[in-house]
């Protein structure tokens, strides 16, 4: 498994705004896909946006036009911008990647611990 690394969650107002930062840890071969999950307190994880090698960008219906996910410089940071926040952006969120970290390795699929976004006044 490779490490992932999130950070940036916090407490926010509504109508503020978080950035978070999924850091993929080594030296990685091939990233095929990065993506952003939330799960709110009894309810099933989901796909909130999601970035491929190519540059291709996913975002659940809930969030579009208010987040945004990009790769930093580095490409083994990705980033998810979270404006006008809702209290239902309340979860606890997710990093997950899909790679390979060399060529004569498997593809992996690591998910990071998360990070709590807490959308309250």
């Known amino acids: 498994q490779v490490p992932l690394v999130e950070s940036g969650g916090g407490l926010v107002q509504p109508g503020g705004s978080l950035t978070l930062s999924c850091l993929i840890s080594?030296?990685?071969?091939?990233?095929?896909?990065v993506g952003w999950y939330r799960q709110a307190p009894g309810k099933q994880r989901e796909l909130v946006a999601q970035i491929t090698s190519g540059g291709s960008t996913d975002y659940a219906d809930s969030v579009k036009g208010r987040f945004t996910i990009s790769r930093g410089d580095t490409k083994n940071t990705v980033y998810l911008q979270m404006i006008s926040l809702k209290p239902e952006d309340t979860a606890a969120y997710f990093c997950?990647?899909?790679?390979?970290?060399?060529?004569?390795?498997?593809?992996?699929?690591?998910w990071g611990q998360g990070t709590q976004v807490t959308v309250s006044s």
């Open positions: 080594g030296s990685i071969f091939r990233i095929y896909a």
């Open positions: 997950n990647a899909r790679g390979r970290r060399a060529m004569t390795e498997p593809d992996f699929d690591s």
